[in-house]
């Protein structure tokens, strides 16, 4: 190995120390900054707050430092600031709640720092344990069939809350399975594709204008769209639905290179949903919530049929407040979005408290660590790797894009998390898990790039 390239891990590793310097003193600052804007005085919790972000910032660096020197020197930064934003957000709208008795809204910021404790010992047991991401290749139908019971196990033992059945209760706690099924759905597709992927970019008949692909090889996809469906029917889940099928169509495109499979993922998507929003009450009431927000404000006999919600409507006025800058964080009213302020509709408080140029901050970071993420993928030179790299990828912005296009009023809403930001241990922990396997991935695809 050349001298340049044993230098370059500790170059990567500086890089990063000094990225996650930065993101702790920004969740500081914004910390403290919304303790002053709201009570006129710094937080009691400020300290306490400033060493756990330490920590959570240092601990997983020294492990990436012995156990991943070679990882993508921007991911964990990324990743960590984001989490660090969203705990701030979480304790402004503590404060809000705490003032707000009529909501009955629980403190969720200190929950939320535990499970980000949680999160990283979970990211930090990967990288210590799995070496090599080509291990997990082996277990891939294991993978699935767990996957397959945890995407189905709502439907019959979850609990329906806010509409949709996608928790399950154990005790004071609540699982969010779909969470988790995003990343073993991805192990199992990058698995499958590899070995199938020459089957599966086999030309087929062409019908106006547009290759297909042969009918036989169009059942993984039809299965897929089947269980997606099942998914939104039974668990009216329409977030995990569209996740689950997009990112499966995503990877089928990039391991085959075929336009035909994309065009017959996105007509199979809107078939589905069609059927499913004109028949089943919750999806079609988002539907109209999406169709008509200000109609919330009508004399009930005169608002469409299943439109009860004016989330959609507060939403739009809380981004239409923000402006350009914002008011200011501690200086918004939340309360008015209601009860998923700090869940689905956190990043409302983001575009009213910080405006268009918040708003654009938060959905660039976003951008940036799937950007990180596939390019980690370009590097990899094992078809699994990368294939799995697109994948994890590919959940993050969906997800995303199903959150912020729904509080926006681009589509329905979904009910879904914003990653990172918005309340919730399962959604929280996941993503850090897909932290581990991308600095896992890239780490082993710079290994293999440097000469011997």
């Given at each position: 190995?050349?001298?340049?390239?044993?230098?370059?891990?500790?170059?990567?590793?500086?890089?990063?120390?000094?990225?996650?310097?930065?993101?702790?003193?920004?969740?500081?600052?914004?910390?403290?900054?919304?303790?002053?804007?709201?009570?006129?005085?710094?937080?009691?919790?400020?300290?306490?707050?400033?060493v756990s972000m330490f920590f959570v910032?240092?601990?997983?660096?020294?492990?990436?430092?012995?156990?991943?020197?070679?990882?993508?020197?921007?991911?964990?930064?990324?990743?960590?600031?984001?989490?660090?934003?969203?705990?701030?957000?979480?304790?402004?709208?503590?404060?809000?709640?705490?003032?707000?008795?009529?909501?009955?809204?629980?403190?969720?910021?200190s929950g939320q720092l535990v499970w980000?404790?949680?999160?990283?010992?979970?990211?930090?047991?990967?990288?210590?344990?799995?070496?090599?991401?080509?291990?997990?290749?082996?277990?891939?139908?294991?993978?699935?069939?767990?996957?397959?019971?945890?995407?189905?196990?709502?439907a019959f033992f979850g609990a329906d809350?806010?509409?949709?059945?996608?928790?399950?209760?154990?005790?004071?706690?609540?699982?969010?399975?779909?969470?988790?099924?995003?990343?073993?759905?991805?192990?199992?597709?990058?698995?499958?594709?590899?070995?199938?992927?020459?089957?599966?970019?086999?030309?087929?008949?062409?019908?106006?204008?547009?290759?297909?692909?042969?009918?036989?090889?169009?059942?993984?996809?039809?299965?897929?769209?089947?269980?997606?469906?099942?998914?939104?029917?039974?668990?009216?889940?329409?977030?995990?639905?569209?996740?689950?099928?997009?990112?499966?169509?995503?990877?089928?495109?990039?391991?085959?290179?075929?336009?035909?499979?994309?065009?017959?993922?996105?007509?199979?998507?809107?078939?589905?949903?069609?059927?499913?929003?004109?028949?089943?009450?919750?999806?079609?009431?988002?539907?109209?919530?999406?169709?008509?927000?200000?109609?919330?404000?009508?004399?009930?006999?005169?608002?469409?049929?299943?439109?009860?919600?004016?989330?959609?409507?507060?939403?739009?006025?809380?981004?239409?407040?923000?402006?350009?800058?914002?008011?200011?964080?501690?200086?918004?009213?939340?309360?008015?979005?209601?009860?998923?302020?700090?869940?689905?509709?956190?990043?409302?408080?983001?575009?009213?408290?910080?405006?268009?140029?918040?708003?654009?901050?938060?959905?660039?970071?976003?951008?940036?660590?799937?950007?990180?993420?596939?390019?980690?993928?370009?590097?990899?030179?094992?078809?699994?790797?990368?294939?799995?790299?697109?994948?994890?990828?590919?959940?993050?912005?969906?997800?995303?894009?199903?959150?912020?296009?729904?509080?926006?009023?681009?589509?329905?809403?979904?009910?879904?998390?914003?990653?990172?930001?918005?309340?919730?241990?399962?959604?929280?922990?996941?993503?850090?898990?897909?932290?581990?396997?991308?600095?896992?991935?890239?780490?082993?695809?710079?290994?293999?790039?440097?000469?011997?």
């Amino acid at each position: 190995m050349t001298f340049a390239a044993l230098a370059q891990a500790p170059d990567r590793r500086r890089t990063e120390a000094w990225l996650l310097a930065l993101a702790v003193l920004i969740a500081d600052f914004g910390y403290a900054i919304t303790g002053l804007s709201m009570t006129g005085r710094l937080p009691g919790g400020l300290a306490g707050f400033a060493v756990s972000m330490f920590f959570v910032a240092l601990v997983p660096h020294l492990v990436l430092r012995r156990y991943a020197p070679r990882a993508d020197p921007l991911i964990l930064p990324l990743a960590t600031l984001l989490t660090g934003i969203g705990l701030v957000l979480l304790h402004r709208l503590d404060l809000t709640y705490a003032q707000t008795p009529r909501l009955k809204i629980a403190e969720a910021a200190s929950g939320q720092l535990v499970w980000t404790v949680i999160g990283v010992a979970v990211c930090i047991a990967i990288l210590l344990v799995l070496r090599d991401h080509r291990i997990l290749q082996r277990y891939i139908y294991l993978t699935m069939v767990v996957a397959l019971v945890l995407l189905m196990a709502p439907a019959f033992f979850g609990a329906d809350m806010y509409g949709a059945k996608r928790w399950i209760l154990l005790g004071p706690l609540s699982l969010q399975p779909g969470e988790f099924v995003k990343i073993m759905i991805s192990v199992f597709f990058a698995g499958y594709l590899t070995v199938n992927r020459d089957a599966l970019a086999l030309a087929g008949r062409r019908v106006l204008g547009v290759q297909l692909p042969p009918g036989r090889q169009l059942a993984p996809i039809f299965t897929i769209w089947v269980i997606s469906l099942l998914v939104l029917v039974f668990e009216r889940d329409l977030g995990t639905s569209l996740i689950f099928f997009g990112v499966f169509v995503i990877m089928l495109y990039m391991a085959t290179e075929r336009t035909s499979w994309v065009l017959c993922g996105l007509a199979m998507a809107a078939v589905g949903a069609t059927v499913v929003g004109s028949i089943e009450p919750h999806v079609k009431g988002r539907i109209m919530a999406w169709l008509h927000p200000m109609d919330i404000f009508l004399p009930k006999d005169r608002r469409p049929p299943g439109l009860i919600s004016e989330q959609a409507a507060q939403a739009l006025f809380s981004f239409g407040s923000g402006g350009i800058s914002g008011s200011g964080l501690g200086q918004g009213h939340p309360e008015l979005v209601g009860f998923a302020g700090n869940s689905d509709f956190i990043l409302t408080t983001v575009g009213e408290e910080m405006g268009l140029a918040g708003v654009m901050v938060v959905i660039m970071l976003y951008v940036l660590l799937a950007q990180r993420g596939l390019r980690v993928a370009l590097t990899a030179r094992d078809p699994f790797g990368k294939l799995l790299a697109v994948g994890l990828s590919g959940a993050l912005l969906l997800q995303v894009f199903v959150v912020a296009g729904g509080v926006t009023g681009l589509i329905p809403l979904t009910g879904k998390a914003l990653p990172f930001l918005a309340k919730g241990g399962s959604s929280l922990v996941a993503n850090w898990v897909m932290v581990a396997l991308l600095l896992r991935i890239s780490d082993h695809a710079q290994r293999r790039r440097e000469p011997a």
